[in-house]
Nanobody
Framework: QFQLVESGGGLVQDGESLRLACVGS????????VAWFRQAPGKEREAVSC????????EYADPVKGRFAISRDNAENTVYLQMSSLKPEDTGVYYC????????????????????WGQGTQVTVSS
């Protein structure tokens, strides 16, 4: 059974860092573009970042550019999201999602582009 499992969330202070991990279970992530989304209470799910299968290309949403970095280790079947200089507005449940293609979708920010989703990990940034 194909599964994505996120980990690494937690409670941090404004300005601190966290690294999230997304592990593929039951299938290899090697051939899939993988994205991170987040959802704050009462808000719609929004895209954060995306990485192509061979790590050749990445995309970032404007609010996180320069602060977040996406990477992957295909040998470990894992995609990471390094989050630095965290702000209270970064608070939310973070989800990873895999597209059934290796290249980043043209509309990578749309949830409909992704076929597999994890259950999410909570990130809370206090001021």
């Amino acid at each position: 059974q194909f599964q994505l499992v996120e980990s690494g969330g937690g409670l941090v202070q404004d300005g601190e860092s966290l690294r999230l991990a997304c592990v593929g279970s039951g299938f290899s992530l090697d051939y899939y573009a993988v994205a991170w989304f987040r959802q704050a209470p009462g808000k719609e799910r929004e895209a954060v970042s995306c990485i192509s299968s061979a790590s050749s290309f990445t995309e970032y949403a404007d609010p996180v550019k320069g602060r977040f970095a996406i990477s992957r280790d295909n040998a470990e079947n894992t995609v990471y999201l390094q989050m630095s200089s965290l702000k209270p507005e970064d608070t939310g449940v973070y989800y990873c999602a895999a597209a059934i293609r290796g290249s980043i979708p043209d509309t990578w920010w749309l949830p409909v582009e992704y076929h597999y989703w994890g259950q999410g990990t909570q990130v809370t940034v206090s001021s």
